[in-house]
């Protein structure tokens, strides 16, 4: 793996995939959260250094959702 390897999975997965979900509550199970899904498996597979962040990334965005969907 080299360096701009790495630079661009940290890009993908931060710059493109983070970012752009963090802030959305997308309900369980509508198309929108699918593609997250699909995109993250996506990013798993292209980055496999990167498949543990990426999981913690959807964890974390489920647990939003669940939060924003329950008031607290």
Do not use: C
Not at 4 to 25: A, C
Not at 48 to 67: C, D, K, N, S
């Amino acid at each position: 793996m080299t360096d701009q390897e790495v630079q661009k999975g940290f890009e993908e997965v931060y710059n493109k995939f983070w970012l752009n979900y963090r802030g959305k509550v997308l309900p369980k199970h509508s198309d929108e959260w699918e593609r997250m899904n699909t995109w993250a498996v996506v990013l798993m597979k292209k980055y496999p250094f990167m498949e543990q962040v990426v999981a913690e990334m959807i964890a974390e965005l489920g647990q939003r959702m669940w939060r924003r969907e329950d008031g607290s």
